[in-house]
């Protein structure tokens, strides 16, 4: 186990490796740990020789792949003398002790190694055989400051900015009250929830993430449905137990008493210390008479004590998915089973939340009248429950398809895997039933109206399916589609090529660049700034899945180079995270200071619809004195949607001649009788075509001005 690190003037080891093949003295516990505050190494080693040798020892410890410390020593040497290794004994061996530093060497160490989080740093301790000089063991570990990016608080922030998202999501539904059309609010609640669902997978490929990029992604794991409980993972445990689990080197308990060492899951790697520790039968006798033990921070002395192994720490080799989640506490093996709790349990909280509602708008009603936007819930519950869980089936596709090839590849138990493959299917036949319904839809409306706009317009089908297309613009619904496509090629990839990090970026930037490619020929979503977040989002995924692929091992890329890489994507990301909590507070209070717009199209709907209805022929608002093309009379007539329709003036009629409308003298008699209109021409002078100059001319106001205006006003009052 490492010696705790005191974060400020601490560096200490973390976790070890065996760095040697054939090595004639096996390391089983390295701790390593310098003060600057008093200069001094501290060192805890343990471990077995199959002969006694004297050694001499190396200590090597680098940051960001550049040396900036090395000192060699002879256990042998009164000025260095650690009598438990003068010479190491045969048979096994522990020795603790420390070094003072001169001040000239404890200077080459920079300053900031002391201040970074997530200090990319390694201790290696070489042991060489005094007599011929050959290499007899090697260890590495890696060096820590207590310093990290994973902090509750990151989960915590983020968390909030979901919240607040879905709260604002929830308030522009209810405020539509199902009004057709009605766009959602950008960012949403799912946009937030992939964003940071793709945060947390771009941490879970096979690949050396710098210690800094890999603590920072840890802290949405939330947002794919890990969540650390030991209880649930206990129960997991006795489930997979029962059903064919083996939990020798994959449990809770297990976890709980592991280091995990991350590697880059490549092949060629050397011999490691995984998954336990393997103790010769004389490792658990030591003779405490000749020397000090301090094995993990367990210190045996006096008498014939000897050491407990079940306080020894093992090592565990760690890399991709099952790194990811381990860090978690939670076993490689427990991982679907832990998803699939964590779900049914948001699954159940949603359905006692709407079941509540719907109690409080049952009592409500047998006392009061509500109001009428709670209407439609009260009649449609159960739709509203199957639509709420289709949501969050969308939202959950991409990552619960990945959790679900990682159990069919690394899972041990049978039922696990059969639940596995029964939830993946019901998810799949789900939106594949919703896909083909709407695409049917949507080729019927075409068919009978020349365009797919009904799937906005008709209410029973907007209220029905527009979860799948209500961001988008009417002639891009169908982007849903390769958006699905899109989260389930993302989750195979992933669990399909874990362990083999070049495989998993490849595809991930295959996939990602189709996506942006996507949404950049169409932009599709329905306001401008649905269109800039979004495709802003997809840019930063794929610019991260280039900066992953400097992580890749087999490229070779320097460790300062990848630490730097790291660095710039926790930046890029934090930022694009505060943009989006920004927008969403803009969005808030946007809702909250301007009046609904649906509300408002409706009111105003109502409103010209009671007044035409009340029209007199002598009213003043009389539809012939208004001008049906003025763009100060919004909706007038109002359309069957709340919009405004023109209408085409009215054809002459056919046959309009005496015969059909009766004598003409009689017509033009009473439009003599009546005012003058402003004209002054004698009606009873030759020549004049009566009927022609009627037909010509438009209903004016009367003008009042001349005297012969106001002479013919005064007549006909």
């Known amino acids: 186990m490492p010696v705790a690190a005191v974060a400020g003037d601490v560096l200490s080891s973390s976790g070890f490796t065996n760095c040697l093949n054939n090595a004639t003295i096996t390391v089983q516990t390295a701790n390593v740990q310098f003060d600057r505050t008093s200069l001094t190494v501290t060192f805890d080693v343990a471990g077995t020789s199959s002969t006694e040798q004297k050694v001499t020892a190396e200590l090597v410890v680098t940051a960001y792949g550049n040396q900036v410390y090395s000192k060699s020593f002879n256990p042998c040497d009164p000025a260095t003398l650690v009598s438990e290794l003068c010479p190491v004994p045969a048979g096994t061996f522990a020795a603790h002790g420390s070094q003072t530093i001169p001040p000239t060497y404890a200077s080459q160490i920079p300053a900031i190694a002391f201040s970074i989080p997530d200090l990319d740093g390694e201790a290696t301790l070489n042991l060489k055989s005094a007599e011929g000089g050959q290499d007899v063991a090697c260890v590495q570990s890696g060096v820590t400051n207590g310093l990290t990016l994973e902090m509750p608080a990151i989960s915590y922030v983020a968390i909030g900015i979901g919240g607040a998202a879905l709260l604002l999501t929830g308030l522009s539904a209810l405020g539509s009250a199902g009004a057709v059309g009605a766009h959602a609010p950008s960012p949403g609640f799912g946009t937030v929830l992939a964003w940071f669902q793709g945060l947390a997978m771009n941490g879970m490929l096979s690949v050396n993430y710098p210690p800094v990029y890999r603590s920072f992604t840890k802290n949405f794991a939330f947002a794919t449905g890990l969540v650390p409980w030991n209880a649930m993972q206990d129960s997991i445990d006795r489930f997979r137990n029962s059903t064919g689990g083996n939990l020798t080197a994959d449990s809770v308990q297990y976890l709980q008493n592991a280091t995990l060492v991350f590697t880059d899951g490549s092949s060629n790697t050397t011999s490691f210390a995984k998954r336990g520790l393997v103790f010769g039968s004389e490792a658990f006798a030591l003779d405490i008479r000749q020397i000090t033990t301090d094995v993990n921070g367990t210190q045996a002395g006096g008498g014939n004590a000897t050491v407990n192994s079940d306080s020894t720490k093992v090592t565990e080799v760690v890399h991709g998915i099952a790194g990811y989640v381990e860090q978690l506490t939670i076993p490689q093996a427990n991982t679907f089973m832990t998803v699939l709790l964590i779900s049914a349990i948001v699954i159940a909280a949603i359905t006692v939340g709407i079941l509540l509602f719907k109690v409080i708008l049952e009592t409500w009603a047998l006392f009061a009248s509500f109001p009428k936007k709670f209407t439609s819930f009260r009649k449609r519950y159960w739709r509203l429950l199957a639509k709420t869980i289709t949501n969050l089936i969308l939202l959950l596709y991409g990552v619960w398809t990945l959790y ?37 839809l949507a080729r019927k409306y075409k068919t009978a109206e020349g365009d797919s706009s009904a799937l906005y317009e008709n209410k029973e089908t907007w209220v029905k399916y527009s979860l799948f297309y209500d961001s ?18 993302k989750g195979c990839v992933i669990a399909a090529g874990d362990g083999h990090g070049l495989v998993q970026t490849a595809g991930q930037l295959i996939v990602e660049s189709l996506m942006i490619c996507l949404l950049l020929f169409t932009r599709p979503y329905a306001t401008k700034g649905g269109n800039w977040i979004n495709i802003t989002i997809q840019v930063v995924r794929g610019l991260s899945v280039i900066c992953i692929l400097v992580f890749v091992e087999q490229l070779g ?4 180079t990848k630490t730097v890489t790291g660095v710039v994507l926790i930046v890029v990301q934090s930022v694009l995270t505060a943009v989006l909590a920004i927008l969403i507070a803009v969005n808030a209070i946007i809702a909250c200071c301007q009046e609904n717009p649906h509300r408002k199209r409706r009111k105003a709907a109502e409103k010209l619809n009671r007044e035409f209805d009340n029209l007199t022929p002598l009213d003043a608002r009389n539809s012939l004195l208004i001008d049906p093309s003025d763009s100060k009379l919004p909706g007038y007539p109002m359309g069957p949607y709340g919009g405004s329709r023109s209408y085409a003036p009215v054809a002459e009629a056919v046959g309009t001649g ?17 005012a003058g209109m402003g004209h002054t021409r004698d009606p009873s002078e030759d020549g004049y075509d009566y009927a022609a100059s009627l037909n010509g001319r438009q209903p004016t106001i009367p003008n009042l001005q001349s005297d012969q205006g106001r002479q013919n006003a005064r007549r006909v009052l």
Not at 472 to 489: E, G, H, L, S, V
Not at 658 to 674: E, I, K, Y
């Open 557 to 560: 890329i320097a460790q300062t």
């Open 404 to 440: 679900c090839i990682f159990q069919f590849t690394n899972g041990d138990s049978w039922a696990a895997k059969i639940l596995a493959g029964v939830t993946l299917a019901i998810f799949t036949a789900i939106l594949g039933f919703f896909t083909v319904r709407i695409w049917y």
């Open 658 to 674: 005496p015969g059909r409308w009766g004598p003409r003298d009689s017509s033009d008699n009473l439009v003599r009788s009546a």
């Open 472 to 489: 988008y613009k009417k002639q891009y619904w169908w982007i849903f589609m390769p958006a699905i496509i899109y989260m389930f090629a």
